[in-house]
């Protein structure tokens, strides 16, 4: 089936460093989908990305996705201790109805 | 105060005893999804529904059962032949099932310990 990768699984940073997590498929993906999830809470939807090669931003966030539709990454600019927490990226699902799979997700831990 | 909701938060039941939780939206979403997430990793999904009175498996549906009789309404039950019940179960609902409308909103999720 579908299979969504993401590197890497961990990452410690100092605060102020910045941070960039990968997700990676095996087929081309239409759209993708990207979450974070705090410590003890749940998910909360950040961005969707759609077209190939796009790039949004969302203040020291930016979200990329590749050209060939394969990849995509996410680029944390001067984290925050805020920034701790989980993140996934969803795309589709291979099989008809399925709706999203979701990366194992990389977990950020910023050191004060 | 519009949302999506899940009860218990906690839920502590003996081997052997089916178990139901309950999620609830007043977000007038058609989709609605529910997630298995085990400590370090990702949402695994277990059933799906498109809208009112269907539903359909996903990738770990086994053990498993749940109804969609009112658009505001997904209970999953988790039967005594779940082998592995003990989870963090997370309910989700989505505008429509497909693109551009399908980012999914989450509940706070249900802590369920299988004794």
């Known amino acids: 089936g579908q299979q969504v990768m993401q590197i890497p699984q961990y990452q410690h940073v100092q605060e102020g460093e910045d941070f960039t997590t990968y997700c990676n498929s095996s087929?081309?993906?239409?759209?993708i989908q990207w979450y974070k999830q705090r410590p003890g809470g749940h998910p909360v939807f950040l961005i969707q990305?759609?077209?190939?090669?796009e790039v949004k931003k969302q203040k020291r966030l930016t979200f990329q996705f590749g050209e060939a539709k394969k990849n995509s990454s996410l680029h944390i600019t001067a984290t925050q201790t805020t920034d701790v927490g989980t993140y996934f990226c969803a795309g589709p699902g291979k099989n008809y109805g399925q709706n999203f799979v979701f990366g194992p997700g990389t977990r950020l831990s910023v050191l004060p | 105060d519009g949302g999506i909701t899940q009860s218990p938060k906690y839920l502590f039941r003996k081997e052997g005893q089916n178990v139901t939780l309950s999620c609830e939206q007043n977000l007038n979403h058609d989709a609605m999804y529910w997630y298995r997430q085990d400590p370090g990793q990702g949402l695994r999904l277990i059933y799906y529904?498109?809208?009112?009175?269907?539903?359909q498996k996903g990738d770990i549906a086994e053990g498993y059962s749940v109804s969609r009789e009112k658009k505001e309404s997904f209970p999953l039950t988790v039967t005594s032949a779940q082998k592995n019940p003990t989870a963090f179960y997370l309910c989700?609902?989505?505008?429509?099932?497909?693109?551009?409308?399908?980012?999914?909103?989450f509940g706070p999720g249900t802590r369920l310990t299988v004794l």
């Open positions: 087929t081309t993906l239409s759209n």
């Open positions: 529904s498109q809208i009112v009175n269907d539903f």
């Open positions: 990305l759609v077209k190939s090669g």
């Open positions: 989700a609902s989505s505008p429509s099932w497909g693109p551009p409308d399908n980012e999914q909103f």
